[in-house]
């Protein structure tokens, strides 16, 4: 792998944020301005990632044995447990053998020259999550919410234990921020302001709110996020936003990353 790839991890305190649709849109931007980019499913409970970009059912192999290759999806590098656990049925991951899965998943795949990797984290500030999130050498961690208390009450969790580890937080998303109608108005269905105060109170910067986009939900349930990307408007234009916030913020860190040189645990 590169050595200067800059790895991102998309962090949430509760499931069902947002975190991996925010993962993939964020990669397929990314890609589409131009990058290397390549996307872990670290998201074990759930991975989702590989329907998403249409290719749920596909396995990895191996061309020596020892590592997986990725499996590209319009050019970005895709790795998931689903591809290596392609039945239905549910595992239970307790601690160690989480981190450890996660642990071979992102130091025994082939990565291929990459600029960015993005790290879809399971949810939670478990053992798993932060082990990895300092295992991975981190250049920094973005941390996705929805607007309701609920959650931002999990999200300040992980935020303090990012921080506790000197894990740059790069900024929040919030998710599911509002839903604009037909006339054009915006509804603020799950409430508004509380994240302003969030990030004021922690100096973390918000750097993007997202729309309610039903056809979001769509594309990522039949796995043509990609393809119908640029015509999800509104979506392509915040992404590029975030893009453009993320590469200027990232240029000013000082850390290269190398996943080779960590020492790789296969038993
Ligand atoms: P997480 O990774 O946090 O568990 P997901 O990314 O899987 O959450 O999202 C949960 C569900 O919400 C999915 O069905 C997804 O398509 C949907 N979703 C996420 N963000 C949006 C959005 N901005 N607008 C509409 N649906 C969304």
């Known amino acids: 792998m590169k050595t200067n790839t800059k790895i991102i991890a998309i962090a949430s305190g509760k499931g069902g944020v947002g975190k991996s649709t925010v993962s993939s849109n964020l990669a ?20 989702s ?13 191996s061309r020596d044995g020892k590592s997986f290759e990725p499996i ?13 656990q392609t039945n239905n049925d549910a595992m239970i991951w307790r601690g160690p ?8 998943l992102l130091f025994q ?18 053992d798993a999550q932060l082990t ?14 929805t607007p309701q208390n609920i959650s931002l009450i999990d999200v300040e969790k992980s935020l303090i234990a990012f921080r506790k580890l000197d894990i740059e937080v790069l900024g929040l998303i919030e998710n599911m921020s509002y839903f604009t109608d037909d006339s054009g108005k915006d509804h603020h269905i799950f409430g508004k302001g509380n994240i302003d105060d969030f990030s004021e109170k922690h100096g973390v910067e918000l750097i993007s709110n997202l729309p309610i986009l039903p056809d979001l939900t769509k594309y990522s349930d039949n ?19 975030i893009t453009d916030y993320l590469k200027t913020r990232i240029s000013k860190i000082d850390k290269t990353d190398s996943l080779d040189t960590i020492p790789v645990v296969t038993e």
């Open 28 to 47: 397929i931007s990314l890609s589409k301005s131009g990058s290397r980019v390549g996307l872990l499913d670290a998201d074990i409970y759930g991975p």
């Open 49 to 61: 990632i590989p329907r998403i970009f249409g290719v749920s059912g596909q396995s990895v192999t």
């Open 72 to 84: 590209e999806s319009n050019g970005i590098q895709l790795m998931s447990i689903g591809f290596v």
């Open 97 to 104: 053998m989480l981190s450890q899965a996660i642990n071979q």
């Open 109 to 126: 795949t082939n990565w291929n020259d990459l600029e960015y990797l993005i790290i879809d984290l399971p949810p939670g500030t478990g």
């Open 132 to 145: 990895i999130s300092q295992k991975a050498n981190l250049t920094g961690t973005i941390l996705v919410t």
């Open 223 to 241: 796995g043509t996020l990609f393809d119908e990307f640029e015509n999800l408007s509104v979506l392509n234009k915040k992404y590029e936003e």
